[in-house]
C-alpha cells in the first residue's frame, strides 16, 4: 500500500502545491481562508472516496474512472469520462511542465545559462518518460523519497513559525467561516482542489496491488487524510507568520517567494537554497506520477480496442505500458512546442489556463462517478450501507456540481484574462464529455460487438 500512497500523495507534491500554488490562492482568492479551503475540499474528497472504493471488489482495472463509469452508466458515459479525465489530466501535466521550466530557468540563469523556458520542458518530459518505462515499484520509491524531503523542510518551517508565535500572535485564522467563505472562495479552490488531481491513483494500480479489496480504500482514505492534513496546517502556518490582514497583499506583492521569505527568516538562508532544489523535484516527482497515471489510461484505451491497440503493450521487464508512455510524451511535447514557439507566457498563461482547464475536467468526471456509483448499487445485490452507496455519494455529487459552478464562475480572475477561449473552458469539457459519448452511440450502431465487449477487460 505504501508505494500507492506514495504515489497520490506525490501527484499532489507538497512543494508544488504549498510554494508554487498556494501563493496566488492567498492572493487573488480568499487571502487567509485558504486553510479552512482544504478542510472543505478534504471533506468532499472524503465523501467521495465512500462510494469510490465501495465499487473496488467490482472494478479492479486499470481503467479507474473509466471503468467506474462504465460499469454503472454504460460503455456511452464510460467513453465520454474517459476523454474528459485524458482532457484533465493533460492540461495539469502540461501546465507542470510549464511550472518547472520557470524555476529551472531560473535557477539556471543565475549561473550564466539561458534558454527558452519550454527547452527545460522537453528535456525534463525525456526524463520522465525514461523513469517511467520503470516499474510501479521502483517509481513508487523515488516519489517516496523526493516526499519525504519535502515533507520534512515544511514541517521546519511550520514548527519554527509555531515557535515564533506569528506576527498576530497565534489563533485560529484561516479555519473562521468569514474568511473561509469570502470573495474569490472559487479561484482558491482551483488551486486547492488541483492538489488531490490524481487521488485515483489508488484505484488505477489496482491490478498491481496485493489483496485490492482491503488496499485499494485504505491507500484512498490515508492519501486523502495527508494531502488535507498536511496542506491545512502549511497554509495555516503561513497564515501565523504574516498576520491574518496582511497574508493577501504579502502573497500579491511576492507571488515567487511567498514562502521562501517566510523561510530565510525563520530558518536561515540555507533552507531558501534547499526549498529551491526540493522545488524542482517536487515538481518532477508530481510529473512523474501524472506520466504513470496517463500511462494507464492509454493502455485502458487500448486494452479496449478504442484506440490503437499497441498503447495495451507492456515492458517485458518492468511490465509497464510503455509504448502508452511514448504516445502520450510526443502528444505533450507537441503541444508545449506550440505553446512554446507561438510566445506563450510559461507561468500566467500556460500553467493558469491549463489549471482551470484541468479543474474544471476532474471535476465533472468525478460527478459521473458519484452518479455511476448511486446507479450501480441500486441494481446491485449487495450488503454496504444506504450511507455508504447513497447518502455519501449524493452529497459528493452535490458538493462537486457546486464546485464546478464555483470554478467556472471565476474563471476570469484565476486567469486574469477575458479570453473566449478561457471563458468556454466549462463548454469545451462537456463537449468532450459529449464527443465521447456520441462516439459510443456510433460504435453501437456500426461495430455492435465490439461495443458489447466493452468493460469486460475490468471484470
Known sequence: MTHIVFFVVAAAAPMTAVVGATPPAFAFGNGAGVPGAFILSGILYLLFSVGFTAMTRHVTGAGAFYA??????????????ALMA??????????????FAVFMAGAMESLGVSLPWWLWSLAVLAVVVLFGRRNIAISGRILGLCM??????????????????????????????SEVFGPGLGVTMVF???????FEATA??????????????????????????????????????????????????NLDGFYFAAAETMLGHWSVQVMNVLLLTSLFACLLSFHNTLNRYFYALGHEGLAWKSLSAVHETHGSP??????????????????????ADPYTLVFSWMSGLAVLGILAVQ????????????????QRSVLTVLVAPVLAMAGLVGAFLLVSSNLTLLT???????????????ATGACGFLFAAWLKHRRPEHFARLGRAFD
Open 192 to 198: 486547492v482542489l488541483g492538489a488531490y488531481v490524481g
Open 204 to 253: 488505477i494500480f489496482g491490478e498491481e496491488a496485493c489483496d485490492p479489496d482491503r488496499t485499494i480504500p485504505r491507500a484512498t482514505y490515508v492519501a486523502v487524510l495527508l494531502i488535507t492534513a498536511f496542506y491545512a496546517v502549511s497554509t495555516w502556518a503561513i497564515v501565523q507568520f504574516y498576520g491574518p490582514a496582511a497574508v493577501a497583499g504579502a502573497a500579491t506583492e
Open 86 to 99: 485524458l482532457l484533465a489530466y493533460f492540461a495539469i501535466q502540461i501546465g507542470i511542465y510549464a511550472l
Open 148 to 177: 519525504i524531503a519535502e515533507l520534512v523542510i515544511l514541517l521546519f518551517l511550520d514548527i519554527a513559525i509555531v515557535m515564533h508565535g506569528g506576527a498576530e500572535g497565534l489563533s485560529l485564522a484561516g479555519f473562521r467561516p
Open 416 to 430: 486574469g484574462s477575458e479570453n473566449p477561449i478561457v471563458l468556454a473552458f466549462p463548454e469545451i469539457v462537456i
Open 322 to 343: 510503455h509504448v502508452a508512455g511514448l504516445v502520450q510524451a510526443g502528444l505533450v511535447a507537441l503541444i508545449l512546442l506550440g505553446f512554446g514557439l507561438s510566445g
Open 367 to 382: 460527478v459521473l462517478v458519484s452518479v455511476a456509483v448511486i446507479v450501480f448499487f441500486r441494481r446491485t445485490v449487495h
Open 68 to 81: 467506474y463509469i462504465s460499469r454503472g452508466l454504460g460503455n456511452g458515459a464510460g467513453i465520454g469520462g
